[in-house]
């Protein structure tokens, strides 16, 4: 079993066969325990149990309080909600965007940024979201982020020296 989790209800039977065949040697039985475990576990259903994993066990129970766990089932990870928007909310947002670039090129004082498309989309009731959200439904439209020349240049990084 290679890769897979043995359950707490087989860990549990592992266990109780290994201190059978514990009693079994005391008593003079010719058989090792470990070996004898698993034996009985491959040939009992319980798949193949290498002997590492026997020990482990042993050891996992020794030091907690004779408690077996097994980790829990994993779940999928939920889609987000925000990229779950309907086709005629996405359309909104796309047309905004290719609406107030065409502005911005004409005026060449106004910039699209997340805040003003947001802005925008409130003022005209198209869609209610959070700019955290908008930023993460903007790629899935097919749009890119890029940085600004123009600030780049303004910042002041190219004096500095």
Known sequence: MKGKTVSSQSQGLVLSLLNYFQQEKDNGGPLLPLLAVQEVCNKGGLGTISLSTITRIQRRLSSNDNVLRSPGKKRPRKKSKTTDLSDAVRHNIRDTVYKMYSESNDNEQKHV????????????????????SLQRVLPTIGFKYKKDAYAKMNSGWHDMK
């Open 113 to 132: 940024t997340i805040a003003n498309l947001n802005k925008t989309l409130k003022e005209k009731e198209l869609a209610s979201i959070s700019n955290t």
